[in-house]
C-alpha cells in the first residue's frame, strides 16, 4: 500500500475507536480525502483501486454501526451533530450507505430509526425556513 492509504487505513481505525463522534467524523472524511487523493487517476480495473475502495465501504459500514447505536445523538442537544452525521451518510457516502443497509435488514432498521431522531426537527426548521409549507391554515 502506499504512504496515503496506509494514513487513510490508520485515521479510519483510529476514528473506529474514537469516543467523541465530532472526532470520528472528522477523521472519517480526512480519510476519504487520502482515498480520494490515492486513487485519483488510477483505473477502476485495478487492484489498488479495490483495495482503496473496500478499506472505504468496511469503514463507513463499522461507522453506521456504531453510530446508529450512538445514545448521544439522540439528546435533544444533539441535532447539529445528528445532522453532521445525517449530512454525511445521504450526501456523502450515499452509494455506500445503500449497498450496507440492502445487505443487512437489521442494520437498515436501526439506521432508519437513527434517520427518525432527527427528521421532525429536520421538518420543522425547513417550515421556518419556508421551504416546506407549513400544516398552518389546513384541516385536518
Known sequence: MTSRLDQARQLMESAELE?????????IKEALDLIAEYLDGRSENSREYD????LRRTHIR??????VSNKSLRADD???LWFDYFR?????VRDV???ALSADPD???RYKA????GVPQLLEAAKLCGLVPSDEGHSK
Open 107 to 109: 442494520l437498515q432498521r
Open 114 to 117: 437513527f434517520e427518525d431522531i
Open 88 to 92: 454525511f451518510f445521504f450526501f456523502e
Open 51 to 54: 483495495l482503496a475502495n473496500n
Open 78 to 80: 444533539a441535532f447539529g
Open 62 to 67: 463499522r461507522l453506521i454501526e456504531q453510530i
Open 19 to 27: 469516543a467523541m463522534p465530532e472526532r470520528k467524523l472528522a477523521d
Open 97 to 99: 450507505v445503500d449497498s
